[in-house]
């Protein structure tokens, strides 16, 4: 890409989510329009996870002036309390993607981020935390000039992206970039040399358009896991089966071919104010 240098030209590439962790970032639910009635216990339910994140690595709980004390009493004395300018708790969407250099350098990678094709407002905030967090921490700061959410893609750490056609090519994201455009954006800011596409992200997600970590995950370099549909009536069966050929067809950044492990088959739930939603055990996190 034309411009400044980029994370690849200066020998940054993005770690895998199963590689090493220094710390795990969080961010504090916020914004009550939102969460439909459900604020209060969304953050119980955030203390709780970090709280079990916290007994093996590091958390630092991110939230806005004048809430850390209501962040420490849920969260307890083993989470880290940032206060910092937020809209709500998207991090790993709109956070910093980290990168480093054969040398053990830190860097980070700002991505655009527009809250899913603006399905939630506001989002100045959440879009100019990279900025702030790089700013606090004295830490080298790449500005990508395109959105990419954090979880619309997975890296294995080894040249090879994975993410979805339905997320990455929806015209509220960036609609002036072709594919060929994206996928030299990712190469250039995540340090990858092969992007592997899959067509289709849930059918149900309404929220993400697609995002590739309610579907997939890398759990080491050439595997893949996989969600399975609960059966032939299931609208995403013939969607994961489309995915599936795709990824038994790939080869990766190193020629090799995937693995492709059997995931859970989605749940569902009632949720009062808003009706039955999809939960996709895929969309979840290694710490």
């Not at 030299?184 to 309404?206: K, M, N």
């Not at 358009?209 to 059966?231: T, Y």
Request: charged share 25%; aromatic share 8%.
């Amino acid at each position: 890409m034309d411009g400044p240098p980029t994370p690849r030209d200066d020998g940054f590439a993005m770690p895998a989510e199963f590689a090493p962790h220094q710390a795990t970032w969080m961010s504090w639910p916020t914004e009550r329009s939102l969460w439909a009635g459900h604020l209060d216990a969304a953050r119980d339910d955030w203390a709780a996870t970090a709280r079990t994140v916290a007994a093996f690595e590091p958390v630092v709980m991110v939230c806005n002036p004048g809430e850390a004390a209501d962040v420490r009493r849920r969260c307890g004395e083993n989470v880290e309390v940032l206060e910092m300018p937020i809209d709500d708790a998207w991090l790993r969407d709109n956070g910093p993607i980290f990168v480093k250099n054969a040398q053990g350098e830190i860097a980070l990678v700002h991505f655009g981020f527009n809250s899913c094709g603006e399905k939630y407002l506001p989002y100045d905030k959440d879009a100019r935390l990279p900025e702030l967090l790089a700013s606090h921490f004295g830490v080298r700061r790449y500005r990508a000039p395109f959105v990419l959410e954090g979880g619309s893609f997975f890296v294995d750490g080894e040249g090879t992206v994975l993410t979805t056609e339905q997320c990455l090519l929806h015209q509220n994201r960036n609609p002036s970039m072709s594919r060929e455009e994206i996928e030299d954006g990712l190469r250039s800011y995540l340090g990858a040399d092969e992007v592997i596409w899959l067509p289709h992200g849930l059918v149900e997600d309404r929220d993400t358009d697609g995002h590739i970590d309610g579907l997939a995950q890398l759990v080491r370099p050439g595997a893949v896991m996989l969600s399975v549909a609960a059966g032939d009536d299931d609208p995403n069966a013939p969607r994961f089966d489309e995915d599936r050929g795709i990824l038994q067809g790939a080869r990766d950044a190193r020629d090799r071919s995937f693995e492709v492990l059997d995931g859970p088959v989605n749940g569902w739930a009632e949720l009062e104010g808003i009706g039955p939603i999809v939960i996709p055990y895929m969309n979840h996190y290694l710490a």
